[in-house]
């Protein structure tokens, strides 16, 4: 696979309970990320990848995929008939990323 998942978010209007919900139910190691209100979700085992759990009004799931060139992709994207939710976008010292719908309204993390 030329462009692996390498993580997930869930999100939801109580971060917190989220995440004790998913500690509970499957024991992942869940602690306080970089962010208020959002939970990393550390990898389980090797072949684990890692998660994070964020508030919002709504619910979703996210995967993020691996990209060479995040601008290109999300260019890519856009060609193909997606959406851009959230362009390209640098946090110091944690991601750069962005997020994109899929012509069905599927939202598809991409990380650089």
Same mark, same amino acid.
């Given at each position: 696979?030329?462009?692996?998942? *390498?993580r997930?978010?869930?999100?939801?209007?109580?971060?917190a309970?989220?995440?004790?919900?998913?500690?509970k139910l499957f024991?992942?190691?869940?602690?306080e990320?970089?962010?208020?209100?959002?939970?990393?979700? $550390?990898?389980a085992?090797?072949?684990?990848?890692s998660?994070?759990?964020?508030?919002?009004?709504?619910?979703?799931?996210?995967?993020?995929?691996?990209v060479?060139n /995040?601008?290109?992709?999300?260019?890519r994207?856009?060609e193909?008939?997606?959406?851009?939710v959230?362009?390209?976008?640098?946090?110091?010292?944690?991601?750069?990323? $962005? /997020?994109?719908?899929?012509? $069905?309204?599927n939202?598809?993390? /991409? *990380?650089?």
């Amino acid at each position: 696979m030329s462009d692996p998942v *390498v993580r997930f978010e869930i999100a939801g209007p109580d971060s917190a309970a989220l995440a004790d919900f998913y500690r509970k139910l499957f024991g992942w190691s869940i602690s306080e990320g970089p962010f208020p209100t959002y939970q990393t979700i $550390a990898p389980a085992g090797p072949n684990g990848i890692s998660g994070g759990i964020r508030q919002e009004t709504f619910t979703e799931r996210v995967f993020y995929a691996k990209v060479e060139n /995040l601008d290109a992709s999300v260019k890519r994207a856009v060609e193909l008939g997606g959406r851009v939710v959230i362009p390209p976008t640098l946090v110091p010292g944690v991601v750069h990323f $962005a /997020l994109i719908e899929d012509p $069905a309204g599927n939202r598809t993390g /991409l *990380v650089q």
